[in-house]
C-alpha cells in the first residue's frame, strides 16, 4: 500500500532559518506530491505539489523536488518567517490506489521571532 | 478562506450518542471528501461522494455514515459515539471525481469532544 514519513516534529527555528522537512513515500504506479499545511485554527491548504519525477514545487518562498531516485519530496524554505509557524503534511496520490490522498503524520513548526 | 463550510464547528456531546456533521463544497465542486484528524491516528480519509454517488470509501467505520444530497451539501452521521471518536472531522472538496488529483479544498472542521 501507499505511505508518507515525514520527520518528527515538532521544529523549532529562529525567524530567518534555513528550513527542511524530510518526507519520503511508498507508492505502487506514478504518484503525485504535495505539501500542504495547516495554519492554527485552519483546514489544510494545499502548499505546492509535482506530478512527475524530477519536477520542482514552489509556493511563497517554499520548494519541494520529486526525487525518484530516493522516492523522497523534501520541503525548503531558505528564510522562514513567524508566519510561516504551522503544521506541514506531505502527501500522495497514486495512480495505483483509489486515488486518494494518503497523508503524513505532519511537522509541527515553531518559528520564533 | 477556501470555500469549503461545515458545522457546527465544536460540539460535545455523551457516548452512546448520534451526531451529524454537515458540509458545504466550494461553489462548482461535485466532489466531497470526509476525513478524521486524530493525535494518535493522524488525518484519515473516511470516505468521497461524487455528484451525489458514494465514490471511494477509506477506513470508515460501520457506525458512521454519509450522504451527498442534489444540491451537492453533505452530511456525516457518527452513531454509537464512543470516546475514541473524539477527534477533528475535515470536509473537503474538489472539482471533479472521475480522477482525484489530489487538489482537494478543505474547511475549516468540526470539533467532535465525545464524554
Known amino acids: 500500500g501507499n505511505s508518507v514519513t515525514q520527520m518528527e516534529g515538532p521544529v523549532t527555528l529562529s525567524e530567518e532559518a534555513f528550513l527542511t522537512i524530510n518526507c519520503t513515500y511508498t507508492?505502487?504506479?506514478?504518484?503525485?506530491l504535495f505539501w500542504y499545511v495547516q495554519y492554527p485554527g485552519e483546514g489544510l491548504q494545499l502548499l505546492l505539489k509535482?506530478?512527475?519525477?524530477?519536477d520542482k514545487g514552489s509556493n511563497k518562498g517554499f520548494e519541494a523536488t520529486y526525487r525518484k531516485e530516493t522516492t523522497s519530496f523534501h520541503l525548503e524554505k531558505g528564510s522562514v518567517q513567524v508566519s510561516d509557524s504551522a503544521v506541514y503534511f506531505c502527501a500522495l496520490v497514486s495512480s495505483g490506489s483509489a486515488r486518494q490522498l494518503t497523508f503524513g503524520s505532519g511537522t509541527q513548526l515553531t518559528v520564533l521571532p | 478562506d477556501s470555500g469549503v463550510t461545515q458545522t457546527p464547528k465544536h460540539l460535545i456531546t455523551a457516548t452512546g450518542q448520534r451526531v451529524t456533521l454537515r458540509c458545504s463544497p466550494r461553489s462548482g465542486d461535485l466532489s466531497v471528501y470526509w476525513y478524521q484528524q486524530s493525535l494518535d491516528q493522524g488525518l484519515q480519509f473516511l470516505i468521497q461522494?461524487?455528484?451525489?454517488?458514494?465514490?471511494a470509501k477509506g477506513n470508515i467505520l460501520e457506525r458512521f455514515s454519509a450522504q451527498q444530497f442534489p444540491d451537492l451539501h453533505s452530511e456525516l452521521n457518527l452513531s454509537s459515539l464512543e470516546l475514541g471518536d473524539s477527534a477533528l472531522y475535515f470536509c473537503?472538496?474538489?472539482?471533479?471525481?472521475?480522477?482525484?488529483?489530489?487538489?482537494?479544498?478543505f474547511g475549516e472542521g468540526s470539533r467532535l469532544t465525545v464524554l
Open positions: 473537503a472538496s474538489s472539482r471533479g471525481g472521475q480522477q482525484n488529483t489530489g487538489e482537494l479544498f
Open positions: 507508492a505502487t504506479g506514478y504518484p503525485s
Open positions: 509535482a506530478t512527475k519525477a524530477d
Open positions: 461522494y461524487y455528484n451525489g454517488e458514494e465514490r
